[in-house]
């Protein structure tokens, strides 16, 4: 099992940027499949971007081209840089790790405890 914990997160106007991070620890840090979601109020828990551990990205189109995802193994940290920030990205973000990325995001994922974005027009 993997312990996840986010940081980074605030409030910023339209336009602005964030960067976030999910630092690790417990076992077979290496094996696990990392990824940022999100859940606004009212909606549902979507995937943002998800990285191996060799570094192959994978984004949602919502954030393709305006969001990274990077993977530090030395530091087991992932980071999530968010630039052109837009209101409809104000949601809590998760950090979540699983051993396939056929169940990442499902039942089997471990979560850390979530950051909040806020952007204000």
């Known amino acids: 099992l993997v312990h996840l914990v986010e940081s980074g997160g605030g409030s910023v106007q339209s336009g602005g940027s964030l960067r976030l991070s999910c630092a690790a620890s417990?076992?077979?840090?290496?094996?696990?499949?990392l990824g940022w979601f999100r859940q606004a109020p009212g909606k549902e828990r979507e995937g943002v971007a998800a990285?191996?551990?060799?570094?192959?990205?994978a984004y949602a189109d919502s954030v393709k081209g305006r969001f990274t995802i990077s993977r530090d193994n030395a530091k087991k940290t992932i980071y999530l840089q968010m630039n052109s920030l837009k209101p409809e990205d104000t949601a809590m973000y998760y950090c979540g790790a699983d051993l396939m990325p056929e169940t990442l995001g499902g039942s089997s994922t471990s979560w850390g405890q979530g950051t909040q974005v806020t952007v204000s027009s």
């Open positions: 417990g076992d077979r840090y290496i094996t696990y499949y």
């Open positions: 990285i191996d551990g060799e570094g192959v990205t």
